[in-house]
């Protein structure tokens, strides 16, 4: 193991009794963290019978990105199975709800180097593919030692993830290279990825776009157009902690006449925190799950 891996893997495992914590504290509004916790220690039940290609999506936004590619793949690999590995119980419930029984799911394991060769022990896929901005050091290291071709798909590197990333760079170098290929979304993804010391990198766009929306979101879309009249509509999509209030207290001072927001916060578990501050704050809402026509006086729909 080289120096920098060294050292990342003894931070790694200092980081544990945190990364325990941090399962507890998520587990308070969501209990589903405290489930499968063996499989983040790389710990699984039934070994698949099929061979395997294997995709990490983090969460749910990964998860929904990977429908094309899980698609292609199964169209073209038929005799294999396709093992979807997630980091959130949001990403692994997204899975279930878009694929079903036809793909494996569980989480990958912390990158513990034990953990990491259990998980490729159980799974012994064929190739892997990590979506986004994955890049686990021992996960990809013990990859190329064990010869299964692993990729960074879709591919995203922000500016300030770049400058993060620059800090340790022998590391974050040798990693980027162990891996078989990366395709980046964008010319500046990969810009910023080649200025790290990443050589076989090349532009394939994103895979977000290589969808069709289904026939019944289209003609959901137009049943929310209905119900929703009219009026200026204002959508915040995919709010985090903060934002909510920020949010409203922008649109209250904007002034336009009869304007509807539609605030949908970004985590499931935050729905009713929402709910409780519209009620603080004095504001006509409606909870979309309620299906119910939009009233007149509402002035906020609460995408939950």
């Known amino acids: 193991m080289n120096l920098a891996r060294c050292a990342y893997t003894l931070l790694s495992y200092a980081l544990l009794p945190y990364a325990l914590l941090h399962l507890l504290a998520r587990s308070r509004k969501q209990p ?34 990977a429908q094309p590619l899980v698609k292609a793949l199964r169209k073209a ?58 890049i686990w050091f021992n996960l990809i290291h013990l990859c190329k030692q064990a010869n299964i071709p692993l990729y960074l798909a879709n591919a995203r590197l922000s500016e300030k993830s770049a400058a993060s990333y620059s800090r340790f760079r022998s590391l974050v170098s040798t990693g980027l290279n162990e891996l078989t290929a990366i395709a ?4 500046s993804d990969a810009e910023r990825l080649r200025a790290l010391g990443a050589k076989a990198v090349q532009v394939t766009g994103n895979l977000k776009f290589d969808m069709l929306p289904p026939f019944y979101a289209l003609e ?8 929703f009249g009219a009026r200026p509509i204002f959508l915040a999509a995919s709010t985090r902690v903060g934002e909510e209030d920020l949010v409203l207290q922008a649109v209250t001072g904007a ?35 309620e299906n ?13």
């Open 32 to 65: 589903a963290y405290l489930k499968h916790i063996g499989e983040r220690f790389g710990f699984y039940a039934e070994a698949p019978a099929k061979p395997v290609i294997w995709l990490h999506a983090v969460s749910v936004g990964e998860t929904r990105a």
């Open 77 to 134: 690999y038929p005799e294999h199975q396709i093992l979807l590995t997630h980091m959130t119980p949001t990403g692994r419930e997204t899975g279930e709800r878009l694929f079903g029984d036809s793909v494996l799911r569980c989480y990958l394991p912390y990158d513990f180097p034990q953990a990491v060769k259990r998980f490729l022990a159980h799974f012994k896929p064929v190739e892997g593919a990590l979506l986004e901005t994955e």
């Open 184 to 187: 980046a979304q964008t010319e």
């Open 220 to 227: 959901v879309g137009r049943e929310l157009r209905s119900s």
């Open 255 to 289: 002034g336009v006449p009869g304007l509807l927001s539609v605030i949908v916060p970004r985590h499931p578990q935050r729905f009713d925190e929402v709910a409780a501050l519209l009620q603080r704050r004095g504001i006509q809402f409606q909870r979309r799950s």
């Open 292 to 304: 119910q026509p939009i009233a007149a006086n509402t002035q906020v729909v609460l995408g939950d």
